[in-house]
């Protein structure tokens, strides 16, 4: 959620809870739940946290930011993710082309005078592509955090799912500030590998301001 207060922009950081809206839970994430789902949600979460690594990212930055894997219409790349689901989302199990649909009427209805704002409902998860390509779901989908610092208790499943992580007790990124600066700026943060990242590289030359960064989790 972001407002302006005397041309400072403040985000607002809201902790992983569950809510009930319509009779139903959403954003459920129980570390004991036998649920299938819940296990399939649960297993993702903590592979991506053991995974993603400062080096781990680089690697990924060596393989995609190239960005010569293919040059297609936007239609076309809605089209191939018509089959694709996305293992870390504990509310939706239709096809992330549905999802795409969905979430830019949605907000077609709410804000009809941005259609910008339409524009990245329906492109806002194009990155999963990469799913599509081969890529590794736990190094594609569900949420982002920083690299090269201590993990935040916020983070879904919180700090025990980073067992394992070589970061965690590496002498710089596993302390708070780990290889970062004060104040240094969300530009400089090195974000794990994922769809919201490749899509923030992919237009980052038109979108210019970094809280773009993080509209891939501003789902609606
Ligand atoms: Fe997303
Ligand atoms: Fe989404």
Redesign the pocket.
């Known amino acids: 959620m972001l407002n302006s207060t005397a041309g400072v922009r403040k985000m607002k950081i809201e902790k992983n809870v569950s809510y009930e809206s319509d009779g139903k839970t959403y954003r459920l994430y129980d570390v004991t739940a036998e649920d299938p789902i819940q296990v399939r949600v649960r297993n993702h979460y903590y592979t991506q946290h053991q995974n993603q690594t400062v080096q781990f990212v680089e690697e990924m930055h060596k393989k995609w930011l190239n960005f010569d894997h293919a040059k297609m219409p936007i239609l076309g790349c809605l089209d191939m993710l018509a089959t694709f689901l996305?293992e870390s989302d504990p509310d939706v199990d239709e096809a992330n082309l549905i999802h795409a649909y969905q979430t830019a009427e949605k907000i077609r209805e709410n804000h009809p005078d941005k259609p910008w704002m339409h524009l990245a409902g329906l492109i806002?998860?194009l990155?999963?592509i990469m799913s599509v390509w081969g890529e590794h779901q736990w190094a594609v989908?569900?949420d982002t955090y920083p690299v090269g610092c201590a993990p935040a208790e916020s983070i879904v499943y919180g700090k025990a799912s980073f067992q394992g992580n070589p970061d965690v007790d590496h002498e710089v990124y596993g302390t708070p500030m780990g290889k970062y600066q004060e104040k240094c700026g969300l530009e400089n943060l090195m974000m794990t590998w994922?769809?919201?990242e490749y899509m923030y590289q992919v237009g980052e030359p038109i979108t210019a301001d970094p809280v773009d960064r993080f509209l891939?989790?501003l789902?609606f």
Request: net charge negative.
């Open positions: 996305d806002h998860d990155g999963k989908t569900g994922s769809h919201d891939g989790k789902d």
